[in-house]
């Protein structure tokens, strides 16, 4: 069973930065992760993804401000958000054992963490 778990959320002033982690404590080693993120009242939607290749795959509204990383060794997926804006107010969720597609869609992830709240203040 996979066990994914994420950190790093918080409160933080727009322009900030924050790094989530999510750690695969089952060393599933998926050949793809992501991040999605979910906004209340919305529809959970992919944020980026990144295969065994280093691969990745970022949704247009993050483009040039996050970037998803991979530690195998440590079993642990990253997310280094940059320039943050109030938009980006979220529950971050880390998704594992995806497909070989490795599109940033959470009906190619077999996986999920609980949830990391992300709050960015204007």
């Known amino acids: 069973q996979v066990q994914l778990a994420e950190s790093g959320g918080g409160s933080v002033q727009a322009g900030g930065s924050l790094r989530l982690s999510c750690r695969d404590s089952?060393?599933?080693?998926?050949?793809?992760m992501g991040w999605f993120r979910q906004a209340p009242g919305k529809e959970r939607e992919g944020v980026a993804t990144?295969?065994?290749?280093?691969?990745?795959l970022y949704a247009e509204s993050v483009k040039g401000r996050f970037t998803i990383s991979k530690d195998k060794a440590k079993n642990t997926l990253y997310l280094q958000m940059n320039s943050l804006k109030s938009e980006d107010t979220a529950m971050y969720y880390c998704?594992?054992?995806?497909?070989?597609?490795?599109?940033?869609?959470?009906?190619?992830?077999?996986?999920w963490g609980q949830g990391t709240q992300v709050t960015v203040s204007s």
């Open positions: 089952s060393h599933l080693n998926s050949y793809c």
């Open positions: 998704a594992g054992d995806g497909s070989l597609y490795c599109r940033a869609d959470e009906r190619d992830f077999g996986a």
């Open positions: 990144i295969n065994d290749y280093g691969t990745t």
